[in-house]
């Protein structure tokens, strides 16, 4: 299916990246590599490592427990408070 669909050009870019393949990802990823279909996996490391993703987790940490100094610093040297 999806060889066919690379080589008409008819191709539609939610097919490996469906939520319905996640128990079977390892099978989709091998016939897309097999059919040399370009695919990423996007998987949560990507959204982790963005700086307002880790903005966010510190200042919840920080409202949820203030002698969490670790998260306090973060923000506090973080460009959106400007504080250094």
């Given at each position: 299916?999806?060889?066919?669909k ?10 490996c ?68």
């Amino acid at each position: 299916m999806i060889k066919e669909k690379v080589s008409s050009g008819n191709l539609n870019t939610g097919i490996c990246d469906s939520g319905a393949f996640q128990l079977r990802r390892r099978r989709v990823f091998a016939v897309a590599e097999y059919a040399e279909y370009p695919w990423q996996f996007s998987g949560n490391q990507g959204l982790y490592s963005r700086e307002e993703v880790k903005l966010c987790i510190n200042f919840l940490r920080a409202a949820a427990n203030l002698s969490d100094s670790m998260s306090l610093y973060y923000l506090v040297s973080s460009e959106v408070y400007g504080l250094t």
